[in-house]
C-alpha cells in the first residue's frame, strides 16, 4: 500500500517567481512560443501558465545548438536568472541546457505567435484549440475567469448562495420556438434556456441565490450579438422593495468587479487594452424616453415603440455617453405584451412592467425585473394569457406556499466580456462558440 | 433621466448582526417558518438567508394579535433584540409588530419545519420547492456552496484557470450509448459527458483547468448512486511527472477544502451532524491488490477481476478505514480495457493504464488518470480500437501542434457531497435532480 501525501513538491520555478532568483540558476517549464534569432544569440519566448518569458540562447552561455530548440515544443529550461527591466517579469533567463518533454507532430498551420493571430474569424475558430494560444487570445480567457471570480465574491459578501439548477428541464421557462428538445427516456424535455424557474423557487429557500452557467437558445439568428449557447450569470433575490433594489444590486455588482478587475487581471487588461468603465452610478430612462431621445438627436422617426433595434442600442449608449459620460445605461417601462409572463405589471399602469434593461456600450447585456410573488395574480396573468397552469404547477408550488416579494436578472458573460474587451463579435469572447453553423471544435 | 446608485440602504438587520444591537430596537424580515404556543406568549422562529431568528411574541409587548402571524408569509418584524445564550443567535426579538409582505395561499402540503422532513424520498422530491425550505435540508446546499467555494479558492491559489466549454457538443467524449442526442438546426448533436477534450485542449492554453459545470449521462440505471445530469468538478493540468501528481493534487484540494468547510460553514455541518474527514495522506492500491484483499478479508471468491461492483468499494473502504484510519482509498491499476481511449498506458506494461479512481466511505467519486500527449501515439491507439480518427481531427489538433504531458480528474459534486454528508442516496445532494424517472420539478 502506497500512501499519497498532499505535497507537490516540484523543482520548476513559476514565471511570477523569478524576480526572487536573480543571480541563481533554476528550472522552469512551459510552451516555446516564439524563437526570434539575432546576430550572435536568440530570444526565445517562453508561454507559461499565464506569462511570456523571455529567454536568451547564446553560445557564451548554451551547451547547445539552437537549432535543438523548437517552436511548440513542451520543455524545461535550465538556465541562469538574469535582471531585465524592458520584460514583462523584470528578468531574462540565459538557457543552459533544456528537456523536451513533447514534441509537436506538424508546424502550426496558422500563425499564432504574433501580436495578433492575423486570420478571418472562420479560421480563428477553426483552429480554435491552438489560435486560443496566442497570448492575446488567451487574455481574454483570463478576463473572462477575473469577470466570474469578481461576481462571486461580490455576491458571496452580499449574502447570495451559489445553486446549481438541472439543464434538462420539463418546460421552457421563455416558452416559445427558440428551444432545443431531445429525447429523454422516451418522453419530451429541454434544454433550459435560463435557470428562471429554479431561480425564483430558491428565493423561498435561500432569499438571494445566483447561477453561473450555460444556458440554451434554439435562435436561428446569425448575427455578431448572438449564440446558441451561452454562460448566463442568474441572479435573484427576496424582499426588495422595487425593482430598483436591482439595479442599485448590479450597479454595485459592476463597480465592485472593476476594481476586483483592475486588481487581480492588471496585465491582460494592459495587453488587451482594455477600458475598464466606472460603474459608480448608471443613469436610467424609460423606454419611451429613450426612444424619443433618439429621435432627437439622429432626426429618425420612431416606427417600433415595443422593441430597440440593435442599432438604436447604439445610438441611446452613444448619447448617454455624451450627456452623462456613462458607459451604461439602464432602460426601464417595457410594455407587459413584451415581457414574460412572470414579469410583474407595474402598479401604476399594467401595460407596463417593473422590468428593465442594462445597455452596455450599445448593446443590451441584462434583462431584468420584479417577479409576481402572489400565486394567485400570477394564475389569473397566466390564465389570461391562455397558458396552461397545470404544466407549471411545480414551479407555481414556490408562489402558492409563500414566496416574498423578489425579483432578479440574467448577464449574458460573453456579450459583457466582449463589450469590455472591446470585440467586435460575441464570438470572440466564447472559447468554443455555438452559432446556427457552428457546433465544432 | 434618474440616476442609480450602487447603494442598498436597507433598515432592515441581519441575523448575523442581531448580536451587536441588544437592547435596540430593529427591523429584520425573513419568512414566518414555525409559530409554537407557549402558556402566555408565543415563539415565532423566523427563517432567513442562513439563520433561524427566534422571536417572541407576547400580550407583555406585542401590539397584535398572534392570530395574525401565519407560517410561511413573508413578513418584515419589528422588535427589540435581548440576549439569549441558548439561541443560536445568542439574541431573540420581542415583537412590537410586524408587517406582511406575501402570504401564502394554501396550507402545506407536507410539513417542513419539524427537525426533518418527515417523508418518503419520493414526496421529498416531489415537493422539492418546498421541502428545501426545511432549514436541514437547505443546510445541505449550503455546505454544497462551500464545496465548490472551497475548491475554486484551491485551484485559484495553485494556478488553476476557471473555463467554461459547450455543453452541446459534435462527439461524445467517452463514447457509448450512454449520450443524449439533440437535433442542433438540422444536424445530430450531443450533450456532453464530459468536459474532456475541451480541458485537455485548454491544457495547452493554459497548462492548469478547471470548470464546475453540469454533465449528462443517458444511462439508464435506477440506483442510489446515479444522476443523469450532474455536477462535474473537472480539472486538467500539464506538466506532471506521472500520474501520481493528480492523485497528490487531489489529496491537498480535499484537505485544503476540508478546512475552508469548518471555517466558513461550521452552523451547517453541525446542523447535518456531518464528520469532516482528514485528507492530508490517502492510501492508494492498485486494483488487483484491492480484489485480493476485499477476498481476503471477507473469503470473497474474486469474479471480476477487471470492474468493481458497489458492494466491493464498500467493503474495500471498510478494510482501509480499519487499517489506516483513512475515509478515502485511491484504486490504481486498471486495465487499459476499461478506461477511455485518452488514458495513457502503463509503460511498464500496456496491458494498464496511468489512471485511478478515488472511493470515499465506499464510493467512487473521482476517475483520473494521465492522457496520451503525443499525437502519433494517440492516433496508434485510437486506430488500434478501430475509431474513425478524423471525425477527432479538431481535438487532436491540440496534440498534433504540441501538448505537455498532463493529466486531469473528474469528482462528481452530487456524490461528494452525499458521501460528506452521510446521505444514502445521491438524490438528497442534488436540489432538482434528474433520473430515469424524474425530470421534474
Known amino acids: 500500500m502506497l500512501t499519497i501525501k498532499g505535497e507537490l513538491a516540484s523543482a520548476h520555478v513559476e514565471a511570477e517567481e523569478l524576480i526572487n532568483h536573480i543571480g541563481q540558476t533554476v528550472q522552469i517549464h512551459g510552451i516555446v512560443y516564439k524563437i526570434r534569432e539575432m546576430s550572435g544569440f536568440a530570444f526565445v519566448l517562453l508561454r507559461t501558465k499565464r506569462a511570456l518569458v523571455q529567454c536568451i540562447h547564446s553560445g557564451d552561455f548554451s551547451t547547445f545548438p539552437l537549432s535543438e530548440l523548437k517552436e511548440n515544443m513542451s520543455v524545461i529550461i535550465r538556465g541562469e536568472?538574469?535582471?531585465?527591466?524592458?520584460?514583462?517579469?523584470?528578468?531574462?533567463?540565459?538557457?543552459?541546457?533544456?528537456?523536451?518533454?513533447?514534441?509537436?507532430?506538424?508546424?502550426?498551420?496558422?500563425?499564432?505567435?504574433?501580436?495578433?493571430?492575423?486570420?478571418s474569424i472562420e479560421t480563428l475558430l477553426d483552429f480554435r484549440p491552438i489560435t486560443l494560444r496566442n497570448i492575446k487570445e488567451r487574455a481574454i480567457f483570463k478576463v473572462q475567469e477575473g469577470?466570474?471570480?469578481?461576481?462571486?465574491?461580490?455576491?458571496?459578501?452580499?449574502?447570495?448562495?451559489?445553486?446549481?439548477?438541472p439543464k434538462i428541464v420539463f418546460s421552457g421557462a421563455e416558452g416559445g420556438a427558440n428551444i432545443f428538445r431531445l429525447d429523454y427516456f422516451g418522453r419530451e424535455a429541454y434544454l433550459a434556456q435560463s435557470p428562471q424557474f429554479y431561480k425564483q423557487i430558491m428565493v423561498g429557500v435561500f432569499e438571494r441565490v445566483y447561477e453561473i452557467a450555460p444556458v440554451f437558445r434554439a435562435e436561428k439568428h446569425?448575427?455578431?450579438?448572438?449564440?446558441?449557447?451561452?454562460?448566463?450569470?442568474?441572479?435573484?433575490?427576496?424582499?426588495?422593495?422595487?425593482?430598483?433594489?436591482?439595479?442599485?444590486?448590479?450597479?454595485?455588482?459592476?463597480?465592485?468587479?472593476?476594481?476586483y478587475l483592475k486588481e487581480h487581471y492588471a496585465d491582460e487588461l494592459a495587453m488587451l487594452k482594455a477600458e475598464i468603465p466606472t460603474a459608480d452610478e448608471i443613469p436610467a430612462v424609460s423606454f419611451v424616453e429613450a426612444k424619443q431621445m433618439i429621435s432627437d438627436a439622429y432626426h429618425r422617426e420612431i416606427t417600433d415603440y415595443e422593441d430597440f433595434?440593435?442599432?438604436?442600442?447604439?445610438?441611446?449608449?452613444?448619447?448617454?455617453?455624451?450627456?452623462?459620460?456613462?458607459?451604461?445605461?439602464?432602460?426601464?417601462?417595457?410594455?407587459?405584451?413584451?415581457?414574460?409572463?412572470?414579469?410583474?405589471?407595474?402598479?401604476d399602469d399594467p401595460e407596463y412592467t417593473d422590468s428593465f434593461d442594462l445597455i452596455f456600450r450599445g448593446m443590451e447585456i441584462t434583462t431584468g425585473g420584479q417577479r409576481i410573488h402572489d400565486y394567485n395574480v400570477q394564475v389569473a396573468k397566466m390564465r389570461r394569457l391562455?397558458?396552461?397552469?397545470?404544466?407549471?404547477?411545480?414551479?407555481?408550488?414556490?408562489?402558492?406556499?409563500?414566496?416574498?416579494?423578489?425579483?432578479?436578472?440574467?448577464?449574458?458573460?460573453?456579450?459583457?466580456?466582449?463589450?469590455?474587451?472591446?470585440?467586435?463579435?460575441?464570438?470572440?469572447?466564447?472559447?468554443?462558440?455555438?452559432?446556427?453553423?457552428?457546433l465544432e471544435p
Do not use: W
Not at 536568472?81 to 496558422?110: K, Q
Open 309 to 347: 433595434d440593435p442599432e438604436e442600442e447604439k445610438l441611446l449608449s452613444e448619447i448617454i455617453k455624451k450627456q452623462t459620460g456613462s458607459d451604461f445605461v439602464f432602460v426601464t417601462g417595457f410594455k407587459s405584451s413584451k415581457r414574460p409572463f412572470y414579469t410583474q405589471d407595474s402598479k
Open 147 to 165: 469577470i466570474c471570480a469578481g461576481f462571486r465574491s461580490f455576491l458571496g459578501k452580499n449574502g447570495f448562495t451559489e445553486i446549481h439548477t
Open 222 to 259: 446569425d448575427t455578431s450579438r448572438h449564440l446558441n449557447e451561452y454562460t448566463s450569470v442568474d441572479l435573484e433575490m427576496g424582499f426588495i422593495k422595487d425593482f430598483t433594489d436591482l439595479m442599485r444590486m448590479e450597479t454595485k455588482m459592476l463597480a465592485y468587479t472593476f476594481d
Open 81 to 119: 536568472v538574469v535582471r531585465d527591466e524592458r520584460s514583462r517579469t523584470g528578468t531574462e533567463i540565459r538557457i543552459i541546457s533544456f528537456e523536451a518533454l513533447s514534441c509537436p507532430a506538424e508546424e502550426m498551420p496558422v500563425v499564432i505567435n504574433n501580436r495578433e493571430v492575423n486570420a
Open 386 to 438: 391562455g397558458m396552461d397552469v397545470d404544466k407549471f404547477s411545480s414551479y407555481l408550488m414556490a408562489h402558492k406556499y409563500g414566496l416574498p416579494p423578489h425579483g432578479g436578472l440574467g448577464l449574458g458573460l460573453e456579450r459583457f466580456t466582449a463589450r469590455l474587451l472591446g470585440l467586435q463579435n460575441v464570438r470572440y469572447a466564447a472559447m468554443f462558440p455555438r452559432d446556427i453553423n457552428r
